[in-house]
């Protein structure tokens, strides 16, 4: 049997999830909860085999975050973080947290099944990439993806360059680069426009 906590805020997901989980005959739902910063706790009262782990949740508490310290502290525990979003940086944060397996919210039941199963197998579930929501098929470096994070924080150009580490004029061509990429004419619209989209999640 697969003892299994569900970190989710969305408490029609949640108890969607928990009914869909508790109908198979290999798995029960010894936890439920809607903030990630009460999950470690959760844990050592249910101790479970699998945790599925939102990335966002109430107060903006981030699961990825308690993901790594679960991983840190229970290392024989599968991590399967999921998201409703197709934030660039959930994937490799992910993975970079110790995550066993990823996926999106938006998956049929039946592979969202499969992937709490193969990942208790030993098999890890990444997508390739996240589900497009820009213009055409754009990819972005990774100091594209910091510096337009930081102007969606409504950073000054001389703040990004110091923050980065780089010179104005660095920060101005990548910039130019990324509204060449994507056809704007103003890296505040496209700021917009990718906040919007979940393209970009800033730290305000």
Not at 44 to 68: F, Q
Not at 95 to 121: H, P, Q, V
Request: net charge negative.
């Amino acid at each position: 049997m697969i003892k299994i906590l569900i970190v989710e805020d969305q408490v029609i997901m949640r108890d969607s999830l928990a009914n869909l989980i508790n109908g198979q005959e290999d798995m029960r739902v010894v936890g439920s909860i809607g903030n990630a910063s009460e999950a470690l706790e959760v844990f050592k009262m249910t101790v479970p085999d699998l945790v599925l782990m939102d990335v966002c949740t109430d107060n903006n508490e981030n699961g990825i975050s308690a993901a790594a310290d679960i991983r840190c502290k229970y290392p024989a525990t599968k991590i399967i973080i999921m998201t409703g979003m197709p934030e660039i940086t959930y994937l490799e944060s992910s993975k970079k947290a110790g995550a066993d397996s990823f996926l999106y919210k938006n998956i049929k039941s039946e592979a969202f099944l499969a992937t709490i199963r193969s990942t208790m197998d030993g098999y890890g579930t990444f997508p390739r990439e996240a589900p497009s929501v820009l213009p055409g098929s754009l990819t972005f470096t990774e100091t594209e993806i910091a510096i337009l994070r930081l102007v969606c924080e409504t950073k000054s150009r001389k703040e990004i360059a110091q923050e980065l580490a780089m010179s104005e004029g660095s920060v101005k061509a990548v910039i130019t680069d990324i509204l060449n990429k994507t056809g704007y004419d103003s890296i505040l619209r496209f700021a917009v426009y990718a906040v919007s989209k979940g393209f970009i999640k800033p730290n305000l």
